[in-house]
């Protein structure tokens, strides 16, 4: 089983950041991958990024120059920055975990982009 808590959402002007956090209720290193997902209204869930515990990446690739994952394993946290934001990135942000095919989900964050 994993826990996992995300904060970091809010409301931002279009242009500006967010960054994200996932804390995890495992160490990291037990967890096969982490990844950030997200649901804008009326749309279906999708992926943003992915980490792996060797820390390979990947990203959807109309995010991949504006997003970025990273961990902390001294924490177990993961985070998701994400810069030059625009409105259609408005969206709820989902945490993941992979532990061994299980899939764990966080509670979500709101993230608004709007002027």
């Known amino acids: 089983q994993v826990q996992l808590v995300e904060s970091g959402g809010g409301l931002v002007q279009p242009g500006g950041s967010l960054r994200l956090s996932c804390a995890a209720s495992?160490?990291?290193?037990?967890?096969?991958?982490m990844g950030w997902y997200r649901q804008a209204p009326g749309k279906q869930r999708e992926m943003v990024a992915t980490?792996?515990?060797?820390?390979?990446?990947n990203y959807t690739d109309s995010m991949k120059d504006r997003f970025t994952i990273s961990s902390n394993s001294a924490k177990d946290t993961v985070y998701l920055q994400m810069n030059s934001l625009k409105p259609e990135d408005t969206a709820v942000y989902y945490c993941n975990a992979n532990l061994y095919g299980q899939r764990f989900w966080g509670q979500g964050t709101q993230g608004t982009v709007s002027s």
């Open positions: 495992r160490i990291l290193g037990s967890i096969n991958s």
């Open positions: 980490i792996t515990r060797a820390g390979r990446t």
